[in-house]
C-alpha cells in the first residue's frame, strides 16, 4: 500500500513559478514509477510528466514541454514537479500517481496504482 500526499500549490501569476511536491508513505518509491496528472474545472484529467523508477529518460505532455521539470528524492520518498512559465491554462487539481509496473512511461491514469487527493495550483493574470 502506498499512499500520496501533495503540497506546493498555490496562487502564483502568469509567468510565475511553482514546486511541487509528493510524498509517499507505505513503501519507497523506488520501487514505482511515478506521475504527475491534472484536471482543470469542466476538463477531464490528463497527463502531465512521468518518469520510471530508474534512469534519467521522463515524459511530459506537450503543453508543458520546456516548463515543467519531475524529479524524485528517493532518499525522501518525494516526487517533485518545478513548474516555470506558468500560465493561466495551467489552472488545475494536480495530482501525484504511483505506478507499479516501474519502468512504466505511461501517460494513462488507469495504468497507475495509487493517488494522491492533489494540490490546487491557480495562475491568475
Known amino acids: 500500500q502506498v499512499q500520496l500526499v501533495e503540497s506546493g500549490g498555490g496562487l502564483v501569476q502568469t509567468g510565475g513559478s511553482l514546486r511541487l511536491s509528493c510524498t509517499a508513505s507505505?513503501?519507497?518509491?523506488?520501487?514505482?514509477?511515478m506521475g504527475w496528472f491534472r484536471q482543470a474545472p469542466g476538463k477531464e484529467r490528463e497527463f502531465v510528466a512521468g518518469?520510471?523508477?530508474?534512469?534519467?529518460?521522463?515524459k511530459y505532455a506537450d503543453s508543458v514541454k520546456g516548463r515543467f521539470i519531475i524529479s524524485r528524492d528517493n532518499a525522501k520518498n518525494t516526487v517533485f514537479l518545478q513548474m516555470n512559465s506558468l500560465k493561466p491554462e495551467d489552472t488545475a487539481v494536480y495530482l501525484c500517481?504511483?505506478?507499479?509496473?516501474?519502468?512504466?512511461?505511461?501517460?494513462?491514469?488507469?495504468?497507475?496504482?495509487?493517488w494522491g487527493q492533489g494540490t490546487h495550483v491557480t495562475v491568475s493574470s
Open positions: 518518469m520510471p523508477s530508474g534512469g534519467s529518460i521522463v
Open positions: 507505505g513503501r519507497t518509491i523506488s520501487n514505482y514509477a
Open positions: 500517481a504511483a505506478d507499479g509496473s516501474r519502468w512504466s512511461l505511461s501517460s494513462r491514469g488507469p495504468d497507475y496504482d495509487y
